[in-house]
């Protein structure tokens, strides 16, 4: 179907809508953050990648889905073959993400859709926002080929990055080489330190890997980062290195590493997850012995950023069809959309999924000021990276969950999306770190290394400027207050650790209103008759997340801020 959205006997179906262009914050918020020059040039990307995301992105991803990887292991003729044979439809969006829009090259290199430079990080988060609206699964190799490659460009030696960078920023399916990360064992995974993987220098001056790795993703990617420990190191994290993987050797040989099985998972079927062991592969050290951890964090944070704008775009794909389904269906003789009880749950829906976009949006915005040497930003980004994994990838379960049950029982059928997106929703808050392992970094980056701080003098910078609602400012401000010094208490106070998510919740639902308040202003600059949209949106945070509402009386009687 291709029709932009169709009804038949009062079933709303949205496919055929332009992703984009129904999204009415969409482009005033790139418009926010980007460059106007640049902004122009780049406006028909996201129109073309919202067209395909209602029509040929979305049948790919339901087709993908349904027709998962397999691990061949031996060819016909009872050669070793160790092969992810993939779908043709998945083939077919790696094409469209590697390829056509260059997701995994525009931020390390210019060609991508002409530009001479390489593109500024909110293009490619919110391409992919956008994309992840039809396919999450794919989402995971793309962002590991493109955190790999800005991973070895920081850390890898000059001779690594002439060999690799080219293949793995190419859009030539053919050329391309895609990245992996091969940490997790079974004795270690939030605990790194237990990594038993050792690394052995051969009298050749090579390094030769000898473990077992229990999570893989794109578990058949060209190359992958890998740590393990060198024989003699010390144990825990200290004691771990990097290594670049190569699947082949410069003269064309299989490297000594084979996946063992593919994970029969819940989400993100269209891709690979396997086991791999490695069976004296040869790798190549990356960077300093004693700093695997620390080189490897960074990529992890580069995921986890990722693992954020992903939950946030599948909330708004959740909302999208959302609004879409209580226009169109009616029941007892009304649209869904005027039924009171539905409008409050639109609207609680909205309101979560909007705090994502604006924590994602904006901290694209703050990388690209950390990445140009600004260590404030620095620190900002080092605090919001942990704060969106947590906080935006729990919110996007419920937000798709909810959704599913606004399209009534068709929603459960797997002929819709709705219970993909579920399925793949629950996957955020487990992989790169648990929602306890990433609150718990919220409160390491407070207590090591000033982030919050940092962040809470970036926020009183953004509410004091020109422009930013009043009444909102006179508001937050006290309440940030009290968010910092809650979360200061209990990344301080071991004894506290038990009320760490909740401070991490606290600080996420404030970083959030402010930003949203800050959009707002700015809004409000570029076009007058946007002006207090965001606005409403940071008074529903507040008055849902951040002040207590009295459980016992009607709604307006117990909203502090319309009883003020
Ligand atoms: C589909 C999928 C794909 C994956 N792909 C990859 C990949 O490509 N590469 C890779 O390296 N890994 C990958 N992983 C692994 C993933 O990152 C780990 O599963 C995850 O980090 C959790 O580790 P674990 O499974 O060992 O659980 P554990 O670490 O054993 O955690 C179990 C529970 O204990 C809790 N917990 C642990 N420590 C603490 C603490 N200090 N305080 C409070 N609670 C705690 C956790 O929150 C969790 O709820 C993948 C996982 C999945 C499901």
């Known amino acids: 179907m291709t029709t932009p959205g169709s009804i038949h006997r009062n079933i709303p179906d949205s496919a055929g809508t332009n992703a984009f262009e129904v999204d009415e914050d969409f482009a005033p918020l790139l418009a926010v953050y980007l460059d106007h020059d640049l902004l122009d040039r780049i406006l028909p990307q996201f129109r073309e990648m919202g067209r395909l995301v209602g029509e040929e992105l979305e049948r790919l991803a339901l087709s993908a889905d349904k027709n998962p990887p397999a691990l061949q292991v031996r060819t016909r003729h009872g050669a070793p073959a160790d092969r992810v044979v993939k779908h043709p439809d998945y083939v077919e969006l790696e094409r469209y993400a590697f390829g056509e829009f260059g997701l995994a ?24 926002y956008l994309f992840v609206q039809a396919e999450f699964g794919l989402c995971c190799p793309l962002s590991m080929t493109d955190s790999l490659t800005r991973t070895l460009v920081k850390f890898g030696s000059q001779e690594l990055i002439d060999t690799y960078f080219a293949r793995l920023t190419s859009q030539d399916p053919d050329e391309l080489f895609q990245g992996a990360m091969f940490m997790t064992e079974q004795e270690a995974g939030s605990d790194v330190g237990a990594i038993s993987t050792t690394a052995r220098l051969g009298d050749d001056g090579r390094w030769r890997l000898y473990g077992d790795k229990w999570f893989c993703s794109n578990p058949d990617a060209e190359l992958a980062m890998v740590l393990a420990r060198p024989e003699g190191a010390e144990s825990g994290t200290r004691g771990l290195s990097l290594f670049l993987l190569p699947r082949h050797l410069a003269d064309g040989r299989r490297n000594d590493h084979r996946i063992v099985t593919l994970k029969d998972k819940l989400g993100t079927r269209s891709m690979a997850s396997g086991e791999v062991q490695l069976d004296g592969a040869v790798a190549y ?68 999924a909007e705090q994502g976009r604006a924590m994602v949006f904006h901290t694209a915005r703050v990388l690209e000021r950390a990445d140009a040497d600004d260590e404030a930003m620095r620190r900002v980004l080092r605090i919001l990276t942990p704060l969106i994994k947590f906080r935006t990838c729990r919110d996007a379960r419920k937000v798709a969950g909810d959704a599913m049950e606004i399209r009534g029982g068709i929603g459960y059928i797997e002929e819709w999306s709705d ?146």
């Open 105 to 128: 090259a525009m931020s390390h290199r210019g060609g991508v859709f002409g530009e001479a430079e390489q593109l500024a990080p909110l293009v490619k988060y919110g391409l992919v």
């Open 285 to 352: 050290l990356v960077g300093d012995p004693g700093a695997g951890f620390k080189q490897m964090t960074d990529m992890i944070n580069m995921s986890r950023l990722a693992n954020g704008v992903r939950s946030a775009g599948m909330m708004r794909r959740s909302v999208n069809e959302a609004s879409f389904i209580t226009a169109n269906r009616t029941a007892f003789g009304r649209r869904l959309a005027d039924l009171p009880l539905m409008q409050r749950q639109l609207h609680k829906l909205l309101t979560v």
């Open 419 to 564: 219970a993909r997106i579920v399925r793949d929703a629950h996957l955020g808050s487990i992989w790169e770190g648990t929602s306890n392992i990433v609150a718990l970094d919220v409160a390491r980056a407070t207590r090591r290394e000033g982030s919050l701080d940092a962040l809470g003098g970036y926020l009183r910078e953004l509410l004091a400027e020109p422009g930013v609602d009043g009444d909102l400012r006179s508001t937050l401000e006290p309440l940030l207050d009290r968010a910092v010094a809650f979360m200061t208490t209990v990344a301080h106070d071991r004894d506290r650790e038990e009320d760490v998510r909740r401070a991490a919740s606290s600080l996420y639902h404030m970083t959030s209103a402010v930003f949203l308040a800050w959009e707002d202003a700015r809004m409000a600059t570029l076009d007058p008759a946007l002006a207090g949209r965001r606005a409403a949106l940071a008074r529903d945070v507040i008055r849902h997340r951040l002040v207590p509402v009295d459980p016992l009386v009607p709604t307006d009687a117990a909203d502090p801020l319309v009883a003020r």
